[in-house]
T-cell receptor
């Protein structure tokens, strides 16, 4: 089955710097890759997602890139702000087999220092 | 407002007791999911349901049970057979079929005393 590895587990940056979180996946049939942000004591919220037919997607300060050949995808946050501090999860899913169930990475705790 | 609600937010249980966590959604989603989250771990799938009166085991179903009698509701029972039930439990839902966004509830933190 699918396996998703996420790095780093913790990341500390200065306000205004960029942050990059990387994930790799194992199942070449995976075709949907969402990123979730989870604030302390709350449920995860989708911040951006990408499908396998595109290589990059941007939404203001957030971008995701996908390399299908290497089976990895990354989250890029530019001009980080203290409110970006949270745990970020990547996930992968395939429309085949498991009916679109998501397999999650273990998360990255991002701290943005003012 | 459309969304997913989970109750209670905090739950305490004595060892040997069963406890039921509530999950309700008014998004008209067919598929619903239960995840368990432990510190430093990703979200692990307990059970999921794609349609009323049908559900499937996820990766860590032992010691848990579910029902899906209504489209809007997917309660999770943590039984006394679950050896380490203290965790943060998350419910999610999505449109059935294909790959698309899962919407999460606010979670229930279960502590076994």
């Amino acid at each position: 089955g699918e396996n998703v590895e996420q790095h780093p587990s913790t990341l500390s940056v200065q306000e205004g710097d960029s942050a990059v979180i990387k994930c790799t996946y194992s199942d070449s049939a995976s075709n949907y890759f969402p990123w979730y942000k989870q604030e302390l004591g709350k449920g995860p919220q989708l911040i951006i997602d990408i499908r396998s037919n595109v290589g990059e997607k941007k939404d203001q300060r957030i971008a995701v890139t996908l390399n299908k050949t290497a089976k990895h995808f990354s989250l890029h946050i530019t001009e980080t702000q203290p409110e970006d501090s949270a745990v970020y999860f990547c996930a992968a899913s395939s429309s085949q087999g498991s009916q679109g169930n998501l397999i999650f990475g273990k998360g990255t705790k991002l701290s943005v220092k003012p | 407002d459309g969304g997913i609600t989970q109750s209670p937010k905090y739950l305490f249980r004595k060892e040997g007791q069963n406890v039921t966590l509530s999950c309700e959604q008014n998004l008209n989603h067919d598929a619903m999911y239960w995840y368990r989250q432990d510190p430093g771990q990703g979200l692990r799938l307990i059970y999921y349901s794609q349609i009323v009166n049908d559900f499937q085991k996820g990766d860590i179903a032992e010691g848990y049970s579910v029902s899906r009698e209504k489209k809007e509701s997917f309660p999770l029972t943590v039984t006394s057979a679950q050896k380490n039930p203290t965790a943060f439990y998350l419910c999610a839902s999505k449109v059935w079929g294909g790959v698309n966004e899962q919407f999460f509830g606010p979670g229930t933190r279960l502590t076994v005393l």
